[in-house]
């Protein structure tokens, strides 16, 4: 089975701290993704990557980086995080283009509370 | 407007009749469209996945796409109290490398 872990289910920051999430996958997927979920807002992409040190803005990549220095690594980086940033994120990867049926395999998600 | 849309609902649906969901989407270009379950507390997980015009069946499951009208639509029969979740319609952007989210709609089956 695939497994994309992410490291910290849970995490507490202050504003303006610099907050790193990290996420791993295990089955040599080109692309990979972060997504941020909030109510009523639904899923919303802030940066994927097709490959090693490439990377793409999604729809929300304010406030945020991301780091691929490795194919299985993908890094989202909250340079100086603020209350607004508070939210579930989302990693996820996929082998493929995703028109030709490939799926998303999602971490189970860090759930990042800024106070 | 956004690229994909849902109603949010909720919706409830009494054990053991049809739900439907809907989502509409604005790209003309797209051409294929998912649809993923969110149960509580859980990470999305893909039920259906459909790019021709018509129905695709999957058990007790149904994605309709009609591409004039731009919609997509899941059918679940024989609803199940373990149907209750969000489901999210989502359909790829950007040269098909990206996938983008409508908002979900939360499904409660009444027992």
């Known amino acids: 089975d695939v497994k994309v872990t992410q490291s910290s289910r849970y995490l507490v920051k202050r504003t303006g701290e610099k907050v790193f999430l990290e996420c791993v996958q295990d089955?040599?997927?080109?692309?990979m993704f972060w997504y941020r979920q909030d109510p009523g807002l639904g899923l919303r992409l802030i940066y994927f990557?097709?490959?090693?040190?490439?990377?793409e803005k999604g729809d929300i990549p304010e406030g945020y980086s991301v780091s691929r220095e490795k194919k299985e690594r993908f890094s989202l980086i909250l340079e100086s995080a603020s209350t607004n940033q508070t939210s579930m994120y989302l990693c996820?990867?996929?082998?493929?283009?995703?028109?030709?049926?490939?799926?998303?395999?999602f971490g189970s998600g860090t759930q990042l509370s800024v106070l | 407007q956004k690229e994909v849309e849902q109603n949010s609902g909720p919706l409830s649906v009494p054990e053991g009749a049809i739900a439907s969901l809907n989502c509409t989407y604005s790209?003309?270009?797209?051409?294929?469209f998912f649809w993923y379950r969110q149960y509580s507390g859980k990470s999305p997980e893909l039920i259906m996945f459909?790019?021709?015009?018509g129905d695709k069946e999957d058990g007790r499951f149904t994605a309709q796409l009609n591409k004039a009208s731009q919609y997509v639509s899941l059918l679940i029969r024989d609803s199940q109290p373990s149907d209750s979740a969000t489901y999210l319609c989502?359909?790829?952007?950007?040269?098909?490398?990206?996938?983008?989210f409508g908002t979900g709609t939360r499904l409660t089956i009444i027992p």
């Open positions: 790209d003309r270009g797209s051409q294929s």
């Open positions: 459909i790019y021709s015009n």
């Open positions: 990557s097709y490959d090693v040190k490439m990377k």
């Open positions: 996820a990867s996929s082998p493929g283009i995703l028109a030709t049926n490939e799926k998303l395999f």
């Open positions: 989502a359909a790829p952007q950007f040269g098909n490398e990206k996938l983008t």
């Open positions: 089955m040599d997927h080109e692309n």
